[in-house]
T-cell receptor
Framework: QKEVEQDPGPLSVPEGAIVSLNCTYS??????FMWYRQYSRKGPELLMY????GNKEDGRFTAQVDKSSKYISLFIRDSQPSDSATYLC?????????FGTGTSLTVIP | SQTIHQWPATLVQPVGSPLSLECTVE??????LYWYRQAAGRGLQLLFY??????ISSEVPQNLSASRPQDRQFILSSKKLLLSDSGFYLC??????????FGPGTRLTVT
């Protein structure tokens, strides 16, 4: 079993839709949770990070962590074509980071 | 603010040739540094990480090596490249295992 599981998609939505991206994990030692956005042929860009259960909001983005269920989510409201990218979830324990394989998202104008 | 640099951005090398990729970080001290490889359509594979000068941990046995000659410099090397070394190489930094930041990456094609 992988440490972090993420549905690879691809996911295609119309502009303005609410997007839900999810990851599950198996290691209860994970303490820090992150979401990255990666455009084609670019390095991943850190979107949001949190260390506690609950919600964290930043503009159109909301990160949600449920440690009891070992489940994290990223919600994108009012999705835009510029949101088309691959989204990676990540978690850390100590000095090491564990990544999902990424979900490819396309927002259609 | 912190900045991470990687070069070169793109590299085409023949099989059997040597490799040297460099990564430098600005605006922070004593960062943890990481090298990852990302193959097409696949996730990030951790290659090496370092918590200090001269301290390197290797995660995957391979023909690559890493060095950290200065606090904010991380180098990925190979004496002889294989076809399977092709991929997108990413350097990243973090402070004490908190959020991690990536560089722009180097796209390596071994021919």
């Amino acid at each position: 079993q992988k440490e972090v599981e993420q549905d690879p998609g691809p996911l295609s939505v119309p502009e303005g839709a609410i997007v839900s991206l999810n990851c599950t994990y198996s290691n209860s030692a994970f303490q820090y949770f992150m979401w990255y956005r990666q455009y084609s042929r670019k390095g991943p860009e850190l979107l949001m990070y949190t260390y506690s259960s609950g919600n964290k909001e930043d503009g159109r983005f909301t990160a949600q962590v449920d440690k009891s269920s070992k489940y994290i989510s990223l919600f994108i409201r009012d999705s835009q074509p510029s949101d088309s990218a691959t989204y990676l979830c990540a978690m850390s324990a100590g000095n090491q980071f564990y990544f999902g394989t990424g979900t490819s998202l396309t927002v259609i104008p | 603010s912190q900045t991470i640099h990687q070069w070169p951005a793109t590299l085409v090398q023949p099989v059997g040739s040597p490799l040297s990729l460099e990564c430098t970080v600005e605006g922070t001290s004593n960062p943890n540094l990481y090298w990852y490889r990302q193959a097409a359509g696949r996730g990030l594979q951790l290659l090496f990480y370092s918590v200090g000068i001269g301290q390197i941990s290797s995660e995957v046995p391979q023909n690559l090596s890493a060095s950290r000659p200065q606090d904010r410099q991380f180098i990925l090397s190979s004496k002889k490249l294989l076809l399977s070394d092709s991929g997108f190489y990413l350097c990243a930094w973090s402070v004490r295992g908190l959020e991690q930041y990536f560089g722009p990456g180097t796209r390596l094609t071994v021919t």
